[in-house]
């Protein structure tokens, strides 16, 4: 595979900011732009790429939002934990469909999901004191904003279950799933989802790509990583910035749009 390093440089940089911003490891964008620069590429090489990718960012944008203390560390390593055995399977199985339905399955469930959060505009709520029943959570931020919530831990981590494998399957982090889950159906506040949701990845993503690692997937592709990563990293830590200034319903509508357009982009090359 060529590398473009000052292409790939940038391409990191910027996806690692906007991925970060709204809690999800770069590779809904990452993904289509490796189809363009690497159109010979197996969609097993793409998602092994990916999956890398998104551990770097997830690793660097977890530490910043660590110090913004927004991450739910107990939900996070539970809903963790469930995902890694799916990331394992759905990463067996991505050598199963080829390139053209892996277009048309992977921009089909961005649009789905684009369309959802379009018509399901989220209300941003610090503290309520009118929780469902479930486990519940206060978190204090660096700033002093206080989050009360509450959730079905058991139908989070049979959630988690189900976005590891699509995540090792797609060669996604799972945070474009994830985000959504946690803040409709699992009702976390929308910063915390996203800083949550990236603590989570880091440990999908480290499970996407050694498994990725062990069956050789890297062995002939892993040039443009250094050079992703060299972006990524401080890409992260902007990302993680800049959130702490939008309002969690704009973050919301940026993953949308996220969505939305990589989703149409994607069902054209598969058609």
Wanted: charged residues 10%.
């Amino acid at each position: 595979m060529e590398v473009v390093p000052p292409l790939l440089v940038g391409l990191g940089l910027l996806i690692g900011a906007y991925g970060t911003l709204i809690g999800v490891g770069g590779s809904v964008v990452l993904v289509p732009a490796l189809m363009l620069l690497y159109p010979e590429a197996s969609p097993s090489t793409l998602t092994g790429i990916s999956l890398a990718f998104v551990f770097v960012n997830a690793l660097s944008g977890a530490s910043a939002y660590s110090r913004q203390r927004r991450i739910d560390y107990r939900s996070g390593i539970m809903f963790a934990l469930a995902t890694v055995p799916g990331t394992i399977v759905g990463v067996w199985s991505a050598s199963l469909i080829s390139r053209d339905s892996f277009a048309l399955v992977f921009g089909g469930l961005l649009l789905l999901f684009s369309v959802f959060l379009m018509l399901r505009p989220r209300r941003e709520v610090l503290s309520s004191s009118t929780c469902i029943r479930g486990t519940s959570r206060t978190l204090v931020d660096a700033r002093g904003g206080v989050f009360v919530y509450s959730f079905d831990l058991s139908l989070g981590i049979a959630l988690s279950s189900a976005v590891g494998f699509v995540a090792g399957l797609m060669g996604i982090g799972g945070g474009i799933i994830h985000v959504p889950i946690l803040i409709y159906l699992l009702h976390f506040p929308t910063h915390i989802a996203t800083a949550t949701s990236h603590f989570i990845l880091v440990f999908t993503a480290l499970a996407g790509s050694l498994t990725h690692a062990v069956g050789g997937t890297y062995s002939n592709s892993w040039q443009p990583l250094p050079w992703l990563a060299i972006g990524v990293i401080p890409g992260a830590w902007i990302g993680a910035w800049f959130s702490q200034k939008l309002r969690g319903g704009l973050i919301a509508r940026l993953l949308a749009l996220a969505l939305a357009l990589v989703g149409v982009r994607l069902l054209l090359l598969g058609m």
